[in-house]
């Protein structure tokens, strides 16, 4: 397929729905939407990129979030609040998601293949970034690994799902293994011991000859330039970055 081969309502879409189903970790109703297609993100860090986020179906994203329903989306990731409320995750389930969840409800967006997606990528050479809200190996492995063959831009993905029953193991070709105070390098290599991993630390004293730095942290490099979050489908060291930085 080519870009010309589309038609004009999706070569002109920057956002559309490419995938619904339910969710591996308890069976809620769940979908993947692309936003950013025409329009990039604007985000510092990752520089301009389309995004991919899983959200709840059925739930607007605050209500997921207060609720504990959106563990269908995140799983039992530890970056979810704790039982005092603390909470590390980035995502403002207020803002961005919640514009996408009422979008999709208003019937906003249009559906899309992962391979139109992946299309429109390559035509533009434009990268992807997979969770921008939810866990990518929440939908199927197809999903990605269609619009990443397509479209051979840069891309970058993460999961904390490693340790679950239900995880597709092929998912770590594209996404980075996310540890942390909980989920641990010892850990993790007793499930998977070749997989990369993006790890959440306290600081930069204690490094494994195996890990380097994240360098949007170090030298200001954009994730869209960067690439090196992209599972074992790169050959290259595991990524380390200091929490909240």
């Known amino acids: 397929m080519k870009f010309e081969e589309l038609n004009r309502e999706k070569q002109m879409a920057t956002s559309a729905i490419i995938w619904e189903g339910k969710s591996p970790f ?20 990752t520089g301009p990129m389309a995004q991919v986020s899983i959200l709840l179906a059925d739930m607007h994203p605050v209500e997921g979030y207060k609720s504990g329903a959106d563990k269908a989306i995140c799983g ?23 514009a996408k969840f009422r ?43 269609t619009i990443i063959q397509i479209s051979g831009t840069k891309y970058t993905s993460y999961t904390h799902q490693w340790k679950e029953e ?13 540890l942390d105070h909980i989920n641990t390098v010892d850990q993790l290599r007793m499930y998977y011991p070749n997989a990369r991993y993006y790890r959440l ?24 330039k960067c690439g090196l979050c992209s599972g074992t489908n790169l050959q290259a060291k595991s990524v380390v970055i200091v929490e909240g930085e």
């Open 26 to 45: 308890d069976g809620a109703n769940i979908m993947a939407v692309v936003t950013g297609m025409k329009k990039p993100s604007a985000n510092i860090k």
């Open 76 to 98: 039992n990731c530890p970056l979810r609040p704790d039982e005092n409320g603390k909470r590390i995750c980035y995502v403002n389930v207020g803002m961005p998601e919640a």
């Open 103 to 145: 979008a999709v409800m208003a019937s906003r967006y249009i559906q899309m293949t992962p391979e139109e997606v992946g299309v429109i990528l390559n035509h533009r050479q434009l990268g992807i970034r997979f969770g921008s809200y939810g866990d990518p190996a929440m939908i199927p492995f197809e999903i990605i690994d």
């Open 166 to 178: 239900f995880f597709d193991a092929r998912h770590l070709e594209y996404s980075m293994a996310s």
């Open 201 to 224: 630390s306290n600081s930069y004293e204690n490094f494994d000859r195996n890990e380097v730095k994240c360098p949007s942290d170090k030298d200001k490099i954009t994730c869209a």
